[in-house]
């Protein structure tokens, strides 16, 4: 017999943070492009940052949402299978879209030459630059792993793991 699994305050924090992640650092780039923040040595990167998750808020806005209800829904036992689901998806939306930017930079970096649109808002990037444009959502990707291995992890009660010993 197999009994809730304990989540505590801080595993639900981690779900709200691990699904608002690229937001949070949303939040970051926007402020760091604002002030001019190493514009000279980082801008390009800034500005891609800045414009693929203005795109990505489409995914982005509903894995927040979902992250937070499911948390909010973790701890009360009637809907812990709801707050679970929940959950889940809006870490497999965000993990999705920090996939997505991942496969990206590492496709532009090691695929063939792109035409590219003479208007387009993008900036043109360099070998490092591209790595530094998808080295943050690669780390993102780790805690988002390892939130959806502990939120799907069961522990069995002390009594059924003596009762199935005696079977």
């Known amino acids: ?9 801080s595993f639900r ?14 939040g970051i780039s926007l402020a760091a492009g604002a002030s001019g923040i190493g514009y000279d040595a980082i801008g390009d990167v800034v500005v891609t940052w800045n414009i693929t998750t ?11 949402v979902f992250s937070i209800a ?4 973790l701890p009360s036992p009637q809907s812990s ?4 689901w929940y959950a889940t998806v809006g870490l497999a939306l965000t993990t999705a879209y920090c996939l997505l930017i991942v496969i990206n930079s590492v496709l532009a970096v090691y695929g063939g030459p ?8 993008s900036p043109e ?17 780790i805690p988002a792993g390892a939130v959806l291995t502990r939120l799907w992890s ?8 003596t009762q199935r010993a005696i079977t």
């Open 1 to 9: 017999m197999t009994t809730r699994p304990n989540h505590t305050r």
């Open 13 to 26: 924090r981690g779900v709200i943070v691990t699904g608002t992640l690229p937001l949070l650092w949303w």
């Open 54 to 64: 203005a795109v990505g808020l489409i995914v982005l806005l509903p894995a927040a």
């Open 70 to 73: 499911g948390s909010l829904e």
């Open 81 to 84: 299978h709801r707050g679970r």
């Open 114 to 121: 792109v035409r590219r649109d003479p208007n387009s808002w």
């Open 125 to 141: 990037l360099s070998t490092p630059e591209q790595w530094a444009v998808g080295g943050p959502y690669a780390l993102f990707l």
């Open 154 to 161: 069961t522990r069995t009660s002390p009594a059924s793991k």
